[in-house]
């Protein structure tokens, strides 16, 4: 069965600190749901090189057993909840993939 995948990427992000609320109820959410988190630059100190757009902002990789746990991790209401604690004038661009079996 293919594993499914949740990619966000941050091109903009004006204060890093507001996410605080949302980093904890998310990882909350994501762990309950039993996604692993395989990235998170730059908070963990992670590399990165930006081609094309450019983009060097947070950029978040979680992986899940299968692409269906990884939609049902997304509508649970525990990162509904989440979702809320997400502040305003964030821009993200997140996206639920189906890998290569």
């Known amino acids: 069965m293919a594993k499914g995948y949740w990619v966000s990427v941050y091109p903009a992000i004006s204060d890093p600190e507001r996410l605080t609320a949302y980093d904890k109820l998310a990882g909350q959410a994501v762990q309950a749901a039993g996604g692993h988190v395989l990235s998170r630059i730059p908070s963990r100190g992670g ?7 450019g983009i ?20 649970s209401e525990a990162y509904q909840k989440a979702l809320v604690a997400l502040p305003d004038g ?3 661009d997140f996206r639920i993939i189906e890998g290569i079996d």
Do not use: M
């Open 90 to 92: 964030f821009e993200r």
């Open 47 to 53: 590399r990165i090189v930006a081609h094309e757009a």
């Open 56 to 75: 060097t902002q947070r950029v978040v990789l979680i992986e899940f057993d299968s692409f269906e746990q990884a939609v049902a991790a997304y509508e």
